[in-house]
């Protein structure tokens, strides 16, 4: 499943339209924890997180994760999503809460450990 194609499973908007929203989604998570997220994160993976500084753009890229996806409609300053774009990496905003968005990829096939 590519990034684009979770957009209207989780009512959610791009909040970098440049970046790449063709990579494919190979597994989900959610973390707050970035030194968690370090140690367990992984390329292809749609992190869901409440956090929204400049250091999840750095853990999400040294990853190579899929996309970023902020829920319950939080936002994210202008100049974290500007490097975001930057460095090609989707950052998604969903009115949704991390449990249901993480309920709705995991119904749609997107699994913890990956496809």
Known sequence: MKVKEILPLIEAENMTPSADAE??????????????????GREGMAWVTVQTHMNVIAVAVLAEMACVILPENIDMDKDVLAKAEAEGLCVLKSPLSGYEICGRLHAAGVSDKGN
């Open 23 to 40: 990579k494919e989604i190979l597994c989900g998570y959610t973390c707050d924890l970035l030194s968690w997220v370090m140690a367990n």
